[in-house]
């Protein structure tokens, strides 16, 4: 517009500036007119209809942008019209102090407009979790010790604690760097809103106001003002490219847009759909055999549907997505690059294979708690934990029905795997073993016992706490003194720690102080033997990627993972801690514990408690700890400070743009329930009579669920599905946890395997 307005040498106006917004509409419609018309001349009817249905879904979308841009460029315009015809006027009738204060307001204005482009860039560096390249600098720091060999274990760790800190110092620069943007633009807003200027000076505030209407007050709002740079991921093997890095840095629950994993699972989906509406019918028509072609009917349109919209989904809006994935799959296989979740901050962590097997061999031979076996014990499991079970019926000392709800399934059970996940907030970045054992031939056994003996736990501890929220809670209860300091604690691999024996002859002595004869119908003997069985059965394999399975035998402790190891440790460490834990509580002080970690107050000096602890300390072979304390400690996810009367907490969450990052970067959960049908009434899911169907999503099925109640509406209209409740809910596609983290090992080796004369 401004290239035609010195074109034709015309003084740029309001009024010219409304003309000639009127001409090139009318000149739009014109040309619209005389293009449809040429179209419909050139083509047949039945091509025309192709070349509609192309352009709404490709083309329209980029003109429809384009006429926004120019939209908003026009309407800046006249903005900027508004603004110099405030001057103008103000020039012509105001004084010349008021011209003097009118100037430096627009200077003040435009110094603002500058910050706020600073603002959103550092913004967007949040978002990209990339700081400024001025912090580049810091990279070519570098440790360096002379005395010291460069492959030195306490070399190579201090340096991990160099870069570590090197790392977080550029996040945190970032962060100060936005304040003090923040603070430069709150000043001069607040300049701004002190001024006593005359009337005139209003009408041209208000003028320029007008470009970014309530933009300084949401930027200066507390929710702005106070951001956490999201966790970079950790890496410790890999060579890669900022793209790279920025595509790590969102994170295991990012979910790329994968429409060819919709197209893979739609056929079990239609099938899936089809038997449940099948069964509906069924049910309501009181009728047997095959589902009526009426359903045929509509399972076929409904993928012809999904087929038709996801074909023609336009690509990703990140280019660069696609080949980082498959890099990072390549190095996987050709580096021998291990990717895992770290422990505590949940992000990614990378790091080579042969750094875990020795970060493995160390933790076994630290805890000694395990020993390698030849060959997969799963058979053994299962066929000695049906022979216990039955053994335990035969002699009335467990009823027939647990039996049945209690034994192992031959064909659906599965060896316990062990993994790690790195602790990367520790030193030398120790691994933190899990055995994942869902379908363990334990599994039913580990979790009746959990799911009685628990409640009886917390019934009778009530120190022990379950989250941070009744932490919270019980800090706003107490009261502060000069006197009073804070200390943590945590018990050093509590689960693979505690003797098995004397754990569960602990469980006993619990049940027993209290009253408790029988647990659910069954007597302390036989709880003891379950107990026992599970701890003396305790097999798992561990497979790291390009090597063999291992299996092995847990010979101390329980396995991390198993749902009666927790409750086993803490009923042990309960018997361990009962003097301190009393001496507290007479004091009046706080004792809490979320598991393994312990936190707690006291009025007594430094000193004093350091001897307690250390006594504390060695008075079980089998338990070490580790502590801190002072004015300031970290509990669980709350960071606490001494402030009489009473404490200040700080609470971390995990920030948005790190997690839950959905299809072309939306925000999802793991699994999201599309409740487009019947919005505004929520209404309770009766699984007995309600259709609940699940597709996988896609960024282009984002509104399908309408199209699909229009379909279900269209077909089934006066039949008697009318009336029954159906449901669309989508679920994701794999996010980057599922597609690079590698933790379960072969089917092979955690599988039964079929004997010769079954196989026969």
């Known amino acids: 517009c401004r290239y035609f307005f010195k074109t034709i040498k015309e003084k740029c106006t309001f009024e010219a500036i409304k003309a000639h917004q009127n001409l090139l509409e009318k000149k739009y419609k014109t040309l619209e007119n005389e293009r449809e018309n040429k179209l419909h001349s050139c083509f047949e009817k039945q091509e025309w209809t192709s070349i509609i249905s192309f352009v709404k879904n490709t083309i329209e979308k980029v003109l429809e942008n384009k006429k926004k841009n120019d939209q908003r460029r026009l309407d800046n315009l006249l903005l900027d019209q508004i603004r110099e015809k405030a001057t103008l006027e103000i020039k012509n009738t105001g004084k010349q102090s008021e011209q003097q204060h009118i100037q430096r307001s627009h200077e003040k204005f435009m110094r603002t407009l500058d910050i706020k482009l600073q603002l959103d860039k550092i913004e967007m560096r949040f978002v990209e979790n990339m700081p400024p390249p001025s912090l580049n600098i810091f990279d070519k720091l570098e440790l360096y010790a002379k005395e010291l060999k460069p492959n030195d274990n306490v070399l190579s760790s201090l340096r991990e604690q160099w870069k570590s800190i090197l790392r977080k110092t550029k996040l945190d620069l970032t962060a100060l760097m936005r304040q003090a943007k923040v603070a430069e633009l709150k000043q001069i807003n607040d300049e701004h809103q002190n001024k006593k200027g005359v ?11 007008r470009h970014h209407p309530g933009y300084t007050t949401s930027k200066l709002h507390p929710h702005h003002t106070a951001i956490n740079f999201p966790p970079q991921a950790n890496n410790k093997a890999a060579l890669l490219r900022d793209t790279e890095v920025r595509i790590l840095n969102l994170g295991p629950k990012f979910v790329p847009p994968a429409p060819e994993q919709v197209l893979e699972r739609l056929p079990k989906e239609i099938g899936q759909m089809k038997e449940k509406v099948s069964a509906a019918w069924r049910r309501v028509t009181k009728t047997l055999g095959r589902q009526p072609p009426i359903v045929d009917r509509f399972c076929e349109r409904i993928e012809d549907e999904i087929r038709k919209t996801v074909t023609t989904e336009a690509p990703t809006r990140d280019p660069t997505l696609k080949p980082a994935i498959a890099f990072f799959r390549k190095i996987q296989k050709t580096n021998n690059i291990i990717f895992r979740q770290t422990d505590k901050s949940k992000v990614f962590h990378t790091d080579t294979r042969e750094n875990y097997i020795k970060k493995s061999e160390i933790y076994m031979n630290k805890t000694n708690a395990y020993r390698e076996i030849q060959s997969s014990p799963l058979r053994e499991m299962i066929e000695k934990t049906d022979k216990f079970l039955r053994n335990l019926v035969s002699s009335k000392r467990i009823p027939q029905a647990l039996l049945d709800k209690l034994r192992p399934s031959l064909t659906e059970s599965e060896l316990p795997h062990l993994y790690y996940n790195p602790k990367d907030h520790k030193i030398n970045e120790p691994l933190r073993p899990i055995v994942s054992g869902m379908k363990s031939p334990l599994a039913k056994l580990s979790s009746f016992l959990d ?24 800090l706003k209860e107490f009261k502060t003194t000069n006197e009073t300091n804070m200390y943590t604690f945590d018990v050093t691999d509590l689960y693979t720690m505690i003797p098995q024996r004397e754990s569960v002859l602990a469980i006993c002595e619990f049940l027993g102080r209290y009253g408790y004869k029988k647990v659910c119908g069954i007597t ?53 801690e009962s003097q301190f834990s009393h001496e507290q509580h007479r004091q009046r002080e706080l004792y809490f514990r979320f598991r393994d970690d312990i936190f707690f107050t006291t009025k ?12 504390l300390n060695k008075k079980n072979p089998n338990i070490g700890i580790k502590w801190e304390g002072g004015k300031t400690v970290e509990y669980l996810d709350v960071k606490a400070t001494i402030e009489i009367p009473n404490f200040r907490t700080t609470v971390f969450r995990i920030t948005t743009s790190e997690t839950l990052l959905g299809n072309d970067h939306s925000k999802f959960r793991e699994l999201v329930l599309d409740t487009t049908w019947n919005k505004k009434e929520k209404r309770q899911i009766n699984f007995g009579t309600d259709i609940l169907l699940h597709f996988t999503y896609a960024p282009s099925l984002a509104n399908f669920g309408t199209h699909f109640h229009q379909i279900w509406q269209e077909i089934f209209e006066g039949t008697p599905l009318d009336d029954i409740p159906v449901i669309y809910a989508n679920r994701l596609t794999d996010s980057l946890k599922h597609i690079l983290v590698q933790k379960k090992p072969s089917k092979e080796a955690i599988k039964l395997l079929p004997t010769s004369s079954e196989a026969k």
């Open 199 to 209: 009337h005139n000076e209003r009408k041209l505030v208000r003028a320029l106001s």
């Open 451 to 474: 799911k009685n003996i628990r409640p009886l736990f917390d019934r009778h501890t009530p120190y022990s706490i379950s989250n941070s929220m009744i932490f919270l809670k019980r």
């Open 524 to 576: 302390i003997n036989t709880i003891k033997d379950l107990f026992l069985h599970v701890l003396e059965n305790s097999y798992f394999v561990l497979q790291l990627p390009g090597l063999k399975p291992k299996y092995y035998q847990q010979i101390r402790g329980g396995a991390m993972g198993s749902a009666c190891t927790q409750v086993l440790a803490d009923i042990y460490i309960r018997k361990w």
């Open 604 to 615: 007594q000096p430094p000193e004093r408690i350091e001897e307690i602890l250390q006594e």
